[in-house]
């Protein structure tokens, strides 16, 4: 059958092509309203699901025509076309790079693969690759599934192997953390005794009634002649304490985790 373009005629409520095995879409004559259009997929979308290639590549090409002319048709043109036809918008863009992807019909209209294969070849991005697949595809006569694997494994030489994951360190041993746990908190308790121990000499400076609020700045803020000032003196020790407290703190599913315990 030679190779025409096919008008479209009204069939019933849906316009659809006149020939159902060879047609190219005219544009020219393509509805201008977006429910037109979504009617004339619609009719070859019922087509495609006889694996119809032809029918794929025009409703591709379709799509990429409402896409470059949204002007016309709105923006997102497609994705409410697919709402329309109550479709998902992912067939309507696989079709679309499948007519991306073999933009010359005359070679479209005598590929030899169901549309099932087709989509698998589209995976692959790779011109000359996807190709060298079709053609053995279609000498051996593979199936969807079999083309599908070909694909994947293509796919699965080209991907870099996983990044190896530093190895987490064993939990500790549940005993063995609380006694360590036992000690660094009295070690924590005997420097925020010291802690108190120096700044109650301080802090009876400050008490003092006779001193002006600007005498009590100058031993806060600004320190005395053998003293540090008192706000950077706590707030350096409390960070201290705090970044010690912190290093103690582990969840209590890591610290009883079975694989990691050890007889004492």
């Known amino acids: 059958m030679g190779n025409k373009k096919t008008s479209v005629v009204k069939s019933g409520e849906a316009l659809l092509p006149t020939s159902a095995v060879d047609f190219e879409i005219d544009l020219a004559v393509v509805p ?18 006889r694996t119809s290639v032809i029918y794929a590549w025009n409703i591709g090409k379709l799509c990429q025509h409402v896409h470059d002319t949204e002007g016309k048709y709105g923006s997102r043109a497609v994705e409410t076309m697919a709402e329309k036809l109550g479709k998902s918008g992912k067939i309507l863009w696989e079709m679309k790079r499948f007519f991306n992807a073999y933009s010359d019909y005359s ?39 079999d ?25 500790p041993n549940a005993l063995k953390f609380f006694m360590k746990l036992e000690g ?28 002006t609020s600007d005498e009590e700045y100058k031993i806060l803020v ?21 970044e010690k407290l912190a290093r103690n703190v582990v969840t209590l599913e890591t610290v009883f985790d079975e694989s990691s315990s050890e007889s004492p």
């Open 32 to 49: 201008d309203d977006l429910d037109g259009v979504t009617d004339l997929v619609q009719g070859m979308m019922i087509e495609s699901r």
């Open 147 to 171: 083309v599908r694997g070909i694909v994947t494994d293509l796919k699965k030489g080209k991907q870099k192997p996983p990044k190896s994951q530093p190895k987490k360190p064993p939990a």
């Open 107 to 145: 070679k479209v209209k005598d590929f030899q693969l169901e549309w099932s294969s087709a989509r698998e070849l589209l995976r692959l991005e790779d011109g000359s690759e996807r190709k060298k697949v079709e053609t053995r595809a279609i000498k051996e006569n593979l199936s969807v599934r």
């Open 184 to 211: 660094d908190l009295t070690a924590i308790n005997n420097q925020l005794d010291s802690l108190i121990k120096d700044i109650l000499p301080m802090l009876s400076l400050v008490s003092d009634e006779n001193r």
């Open 222 to 242: 600004e320190g005395t002649e053998k003293e540090q000032p008192l706000v950077k003196k706590t707030g350096r020790l409390a960070v201290s304490i705090t």
